[in-house]
């Protein structure tokens, strides 16, 4: 059964996983929802972004009811690419149109991005310091109203990450988080709650394709498994439980990565894509019951220095 967390000081939580609503099919998602909730998993993370999001807002409408509520992280941006300002009444009507479509009467977090075109942080830092007058006092009225309980920064950069942050009605971030990519661990507070994205660093943490690597890469991830099994990153009842890799060289591999960010205090719930009922089960059996733990999240850290860059971290074929 998956858990809930407090976001911060917060009193309301979201579900330690939370739905991806970003590769969903018609064919494979029918009673999705509905048996995720019966397996805790009450929180969803969405975009009208998503080539998919009309079928999730299908999936979403059959599941509602009988007791089943849901909770909502949505995925917003303003300006987008190619506008030079943040828009306040275009902001507020994204939210209403998200509340109209959602059915809902409160959104619980809101993935606020700030895009900038070109893609740097000086235009988005320049953005950002020119309409902080109109950014904070939108964000307030906002919570205020209770149409949003929260507001996180997707960051860009750490630079980026500090100073969103600055911005009093931004109160965390939603941002990725694994074992290539930590650098966001470092944010991760009481005060700045964090939303784990692609905990699975986009499938390249599953055996499957650790084992399409060259044999440098995947030495490297041999020896970081040995390093996490050394230092009892996973102790022996979890390796005996938990095991989902057919090759011996990288056990618990996916279990490793799927419990990693949850073993931070701070971290609320990790973000992940689930497109059938097969791989949801497989997802909630290897993340239920992960407490926080920072002792063994830095040790898993410090054992993912072993491991290639996310950017480094591809087949041959494709690095050509």
């Known amino acids: 059964m998956i858990g809930q967390r407090c976001y911060g000081k917060r009193a309301w939580t979201l579900s330690e996983v939370c739905f991806g609503a970003m590769r969903m099919t018609l064919e494979q998602t029918g009673g999705l929802l509905e048996k995720l909730f019966e397996w805790g998993v009450d929180t969803h993370h969405s975009s009208h972004e998503y080539d998919c999001h009309a079928i999730y807002l299908k999936r979403l409408a059959e599941a509602r009811g009988e007791g089943r509520a849901f909770k909502h992280v949505v995925k917003l941006a303003n300006p987008h690419f190619g506008e030079s300002k943040f828009d306040p009444r275009g902001f507020e009507q994204a939210i209403d149109r998200e509340l109209h479509d959602l059915n809902a009467d409160t959104l619980h977090n809101v993935q606020w991005l700030l895009r900038s075109q070109p893609i740097n942080d000086r ?32 960051p860009y950069s750490t630079d980026f990450a500090t100073a969103t942050l600055q911005l009093p009605a931004v109160s965390g971030l939603t941002t990725y988080l694994n074992l290539l990519e930590p650098e966001y661990a470092e944010f991760a507070a009481e005060e700045t709650p964090l ?105 898993l850290r410090a054992a993912a220095s072993l491991l290639p860059s996310f950017a480094d971290c591809q087949p041959r074929e494709i690095a050509r």
């Open 195 to 299: 939303l784990a994205i692609r905990p699975l660093a986009a499938g390249k943490l599953k055996s499957a394709y650790v084992s399409r690597l060259d044999d440098d890469m995947q030495r490297r991830f041999t020896e970081f498994a040995k390093a996490a099994d050394s230092h009892g990153a996973i102790d022996l009842a979890e390796r005996e439980s938990l095991g989902d890799s057919p090759d011996a060289r990288w056990p618990n591999l996916l279990a490793t990565a799927l419990r990693y960010p949850l073993l931070h205090p701070h971290v609320v719930s990790t973000i992940i894509s689930m497109r059938d009922l097969a791989q949801a089960e497989q997802t909630c059996r290897l993340a239920a019951g992960v407490q926080p733990d920072f002792e063994r999240f830095e040790t």
């Open 123 to 154: 235009d988005r830092l320049e953005v950002l310091r020119r309409d902080r007058e109109q950014i904070e006092p939108t964000f307030q009225r906002l919570l205020q109203s209770g149409k949003v309980l929260s507001f996180s920064s997707f």
